[in-house]
């Protein structure tokens, strides 16, 4: 795959394409004729919990927000997605075991090498996809 130097990406390359998503969601669903249910979609970011302890993670609302609207576009194209899953809904240890790529609604106070005291804070993301999941999508 040739990379699109038009896409914005993250710090560690991955490219931001929600109307590329919409296009596989398609071709998929075009291809297999089976429902789809969305696994793993969000953003990996270095983050830190500011002087309030949370994070103001605008970036992953952004990026979910315009992922979900290019759903729901390849749904009303005739596209049967039967559900939609966020990576993740905590921080994780990526494949790599590293925690500088934070994915999560909630951070997780801990690094690479000191796990800290592992306490949980809720990021601005939490109550936004929280209102996403009580408005079925209505509010983005």
Same mark, same amino acid.
């Given at each position: 795959m040739t990379p699109n130097p038009l896409l914005k990406k993250n710090e560690w390359g991955w490219a931001i394409d929600p109307i590329g998503f919409r296009i596989a969601l398609k071709e998929i669903y075009a291809r297999y004729k089976m429902p789809i249910f969305v696994t793993e979609?969000? *953003?990996? &970011?270095?983050?830190?919990?500011?002087?309030?302890?949370?994070?103001?993670?605008?970036y992953r609302i952004d990026y979910l927000r315009a992922h979900i609207e290019q759903m729901k576009l390849a749904m009303e194209e005739g596209v049967d997605v039967i559900g939609y899953l966020t990576w993740g809904c905590t921080d994780i240890l990526s494949s790599q075991g590293e925690m500088k790529k934070r994915y999560g609604f *909630?951070? &997780?106070n801990r690094d690479e090498s000191d796990l800290r005291d592992l306490k949980r804070y809720k990021k601005k993301s939490f109550e936004w996809f929280k209102n996403v999941i009580s408005t079925n999508g209505k509010q983005l």
């Amino acid at each position: 795959m040739t990379p699109n130097p038009l896409l914005k990406k993250n710090e560690w390359g991955w490219a931001i394409d929600p109307i590329g998503f919409r296009i596989a969601l398609k071709e998929i669903y075009a291809r297999y004729k089976m429902p789809i249910f969305v696994t793993e979609n969000g *953003i990996g &970011v270095r983050e830190e919990l500011n002087e309030n302890k949370t994070v103001e993670d605008d970036y992953r609302i952004d990026y979910l927000r315009a992922h979900i609207e290019q759903m729901k576009l390849a749904m009303e194209e005739g596209v049967d997605v039967i559900g939609y899953l966020t990576w993740g809904c905590t921080d994780i240890l990526s494949s790599q075991g590293e925690m500088k790529k934070r994915y999560g609604f *909630i951070f &997780v106070n801990r690094d690479e090498s000191d796990l800290r005291d592992l306490k949980r804070y809720k990021k601005k993301s939490f109550e936004w996809f929280k209102n996403v999941i009580s408005t079925n999508g209505k509010q983005l």
